[in-house]
Every structure is written in C-alpha cells, then in structure tokens.
Nanobody
Framework: HVQLVESGGGSVQAGGSLTLSCAAT????????MGWFRQAPGKEREGIGR???????TYADSVKGRFTISQDNAKNTVYLQMNSLKPEDSAMYYC???????????????????WGQGTQVTVS
C-alpha cells in the first residue's frame, strides 16, 4: 500500500523560498516517476515537475529556473525546492507517484496513481 506524505508548506513573502518534502512508503521494485502538482482555488491542477528513479527531471515552463526537484533514495523522500516565489505560486501542492512508463506524459495528473494529501503554500 503506497502512501505519500507531503510536508513543508507555509506562508512566505514574495521572493522567498520554501522546500516541500514528499515521503513515500510502500512502493517497491519498479522504476517510478514522482511528480509535483499544484492547484489554486478555481483553477485546474497543474503539473509543475517530476523526477524519476534515474534522477531525470522535467519542469513546467512556469517554474523552470526557480524550482528544483531532488530525491534522497535512502530516505524515500522527494523534495521540491522553490525559490523566487511569486504570489501566483500560491496553491495546494501535491506529490504523486506512478510506475515509470516510457512515453507517458510526465506532467499529466491522470497518469499518476498515488497521491499525497497536499500541503498549502501561500505567497504574499
């Protein structure tokens, strides 16, 4: 049974930084893809980045150059380092996980099987 638990959200001023964590348990064996998504009130869920078990990353244009995804395999944890935060980055942030599938769209939420509960980020 896969469980994902996000942490690290909070309130920050524009231009500041936050690091979110996503701790995964229960996923074994297959190569994986871990994605970060966000959803603001009244908006669709947006895929902002992903990392796979080989360390390859993909970012949405909206966060490229400001956000960095990394992972600590020993801790089964993926991180989302967010710098130069803007008010429009305010949203609920989710991590999600799926088996690594060649050719699958990396930032499409429907491709992901397991989801965390989300953590709120507010930038003012």
């Amino acid at each position: 049974h896969v469980q994902l638990v996000e942490s690290g959200g909070g309130s920050v001023q524009a231009g500041g930084s936050l690091t979110l964590s996503c701790a995964a348990t229960g996923y074994t064996g297959r190569p994986y893809c871990m994605g970060w998504f966000r959803q603001a009130p009244g908006k669709e869920r947006e895929g902002i980045g992903r990392i796979d078990s080989y360390g390859r990353t993909t970012y949405a244009d909206s966060v490229k150059g400001r956000f960095t995804i990394s992972q600590d395999n020993a801790k089964n944890t993926v991180y989302l380092q967010m710098n130069s935060l803007k008010p429009e980055d305010s949203a609920m942030y989710y991590c999600a996980m799926r088996p690594l599938i060649s050719g699958a769209p990396p930032l499409t939420s429907a491709q992901y099987t397991f989801w965390g509960q989300g953590t709120q980020v507010t930038v003012s």
